[in-house]
């Protein structure tokens, strides 16, 4: 299958859960400005992602035809071709070529990947029992736990058991070209990220998300859609899911004691709206490009911003479903 097609199906997921379930920070702000139990939250979000993610892989599955990309195991990067029905092989197939290479085990394949999440997971959960129990605060379990759940503690750690788990038997100089490989690839991906940051901070600064934030609140709109225009508008201007979450989420607060609409659904539509607009000041459509092989402008867009548009598209029809149901 197009290595495009698999990368945008594991960057759906990701882009859903992390806009619509808790523990990540915009959810878990978005509850907590609402006034919303963390577990319902998390629970009603993962609702919700289900049908966006159902109906976006049947876009998935189309664009993965029309820009089928596979890695160039010779000169590195990848080949671009035209799609062909007998390129995709069967389940047997692949379990043959795979059987036919000398491969790392299940255990030591996932434990980089595992390891980091779940360390930064129980980070996460620790703050939010510290948060109530301060006697552990500062004793050396505290330390421990959110030294080696810090995002780059926990990365380094992966990135230690990747070289020691995986190839342990490889001589030093092809190990660390490997990783040399790997800065070359990631390093100008850092820099347009970077850029993108600093330019969503800027207009952050200069105060353009409030005036935007209000001017929408200000209209004529169903109650239910403010948090979301609210988001999508942020997401636009600024790029960080997170910063559109929370500023559609503290404007639209302040609603509260005059519409109708449940807390829980203000909440969600808040992380609904910051999905839409993957976009050029987005630094997950620049990994997502640049991991990947998408050069092309056209390509760039048929991809990240498609489909996050079709899924905030499935979110806004769930949200007044459940406006039904909820009050």
């Known amino acids: 299958m197009s290595v495009v097609g698999l990368a945008l199906a594991l960057a759906c997921g990701l882009q859903l859960t992390h806009c619509l379930v808790p523990p990540t920070p915009g959810p878990l702000t978005a509850a907590g400005l609402f006034g919303v139990d963390v577990g319902q939250m998390i629970l009603i979000g993962t609702i919700v992602s289900i049908p966006m993610l159902i109906v976006v892989m049947f876009y998935v599955r189309y664009i993965s035809k029309k820009i089928y990309q596979i890695p160039d ?47 930064i997971f129980v980070k996460t959960f620790w703050d939010m029992y510290k948060s109530g129990n301060a006697a552990v605060a500062g004793t050396a379990v505290d330390s421990a736990i959110s030294l080696i759940g810090t995002p780059i503690i926990a990365l380094t750690i992966g990135t230690l058991i990747a070289i020691y788990g995986l190839v342990a038997d490889r001589d030093t100089k092809e190990v660390l070209k490997m990783m040399d490989d790997a800065i070359k690839d990631t390093g100008l991906i850092m820099l347009i990220t ?55 989420a503290s404007i639209s607060a302040g609603l509260m004691g005059t519409i109708a609409v449940s807390p829980l659904l203000m909440a969600v539509s808040s992380c609904i709206g910051a999905i839409s607009f993957s976009y050029f ?17 056209k390509d760039q867009v048929r991809c990240k911003t498609a489909v996050s548009l079709i899924m905030a598209g499935v979110g806004i029809v769930e949200l007044f479903i459940l406006q039904i149901f909820i009050h």
């Open 73 to 119: 195991e010779v000169n590195g990067g990848f080949i671009r071709k035209d799609y062909k029905e007998e390129y995709i092989k069967s389940m047997e197939e692949v379990e043959s070529l795979m059987d036919a290479k000398q491969l790392p085990g299940f255990g030591a394949s996932i434990a980089p990947i595992i390891v980091p999440v779940l360390l």
């Open 281 to 297: 000041n987005d630094s997950g459509f620049w990994v997502f490009n640049g991991m990947f092989g998408l050069t092309e402008l």
């Open 194 to 248: 970077g850029a993108g940051g600093a330019l969503g901070n800027v207009i952050k600064v200069a105060g353009i998300g409030d005036v935007l934030g209000n001017a929408i609140a200000a209209t004529p709109l169903p109650a239910i859609l403010i948090p979301f225009i609210i988001a999508a508008a942020m997401r636009l201007a600024l790029g960080s899911a997170t910063v559109a979450i929370t500023t559609a």
